[in-house]
């Protein structure tokens, strides 16, 4: 024991050398940037998907076909899954770097920009499958043809 008792635990009080830390913290990153490229991978396909299907309508013995743009709520569905798409990569590449060079995010402006793009995110990507589905089916029964294939 020291003379003025520096350095000597008591015993109860934990003592954290920062190794630990040093791996959750690398675990979380990695799990973030997982779930990042599975948003990406996600919206694109959706994205993707939409782009390229068609449908056909016969009318008689006309062929009409159908695609994407010519729904204006198909198109509003591609475009947030593009934005959102383009917002994960961004926010993959800069998972990236921060892992590379191993800093850490201690600007709170640069936190809560990031959380509020990610909130804007998951508002495109869930809610607006089911907000364009809604109105093109509003616009089926009402006869709205701007937002359904005639």
Request: glycine share 6%; proline share 2%; hydrophobic share 55%.
């Given at each position: 024991?020291?003379?003025?008792?520096?350095?000597?635990?008591?015993?109860?009080?934990?003592?954290?050398?920062?190794?630990?830390?040093?791996?959750?913290?690398?675990?979380?990153?990695?799990?973030?940037?997982?779930?990042?490229?599975?948003?990406?991978?996600?919206a694109v396909l959706a994205a993707v998907l939409i782009g390229t299907d068609t449908q056909v309508k016969e009318i008689f013995t006309i062929k009409k076909e159908a695609k994407f743009t010519e729904m204006k709520a198909l198109l509003f569905l591609v475009v947030a899954n593009?934005?959102?798409?383009?917002?994960?990569?961004?926010?993959?590449?800069?998972?990236?770097?921060?892992?590379?060079?191993?800093?850490?995010?201690?600007?709170?402006?640069?936190?809560?920009?990031?959380?509020?793009?990610?909130?804007?995110?998951?508002?495109?990507?869930?809610?607006?499958?089911?907000?364009?589905?809604?109105?093109?089916?509003?616009?089926?029964?009402?006869?709205?043809?701007?937002?359904?294939?005639?």
């Amino acid at each position: 024991m020291s003379y003025l008792g520096v350095g000597v635990s008591p015993g109860n009080v934990p003592v954290y050398h920062g190794s630990y830390l040093k791996v959750v913290d690398r675990r979380v990153r990695i799990a973030e940037l997982v779930l990042r490229c599975v948003i990406v991978g996600l919206a694109v396909l959706a994205a993707v998907l939409i782009g390229t299907d068609t449908q056909v309508k016969e009318i008689f013995t006309i062929k009409k076909e159908a695609k994407f743009t010519e729904m204006k709520a198909l198109l509003f569905l591609v475009v947030a899954n593009g934005i959102t798409a383009a917002y994960s990569l961004a926010q993959v590449l800069r998972c990236i770097a921060s892992m590379i060079r191993g800093s850490i995010l201690f600007n709170k402006s640069l936190a809560w920009a990031i959380f509020s793009g990610d909130q804007v995110c998951i508002f495109f990507f869930f809610s607006f499958p089911h907000l364009f589905s809604s109105i093109c089916c509003v616009a089926i029964r009402t006869g709205i043809l701007c937002f359904t294939f005639a």
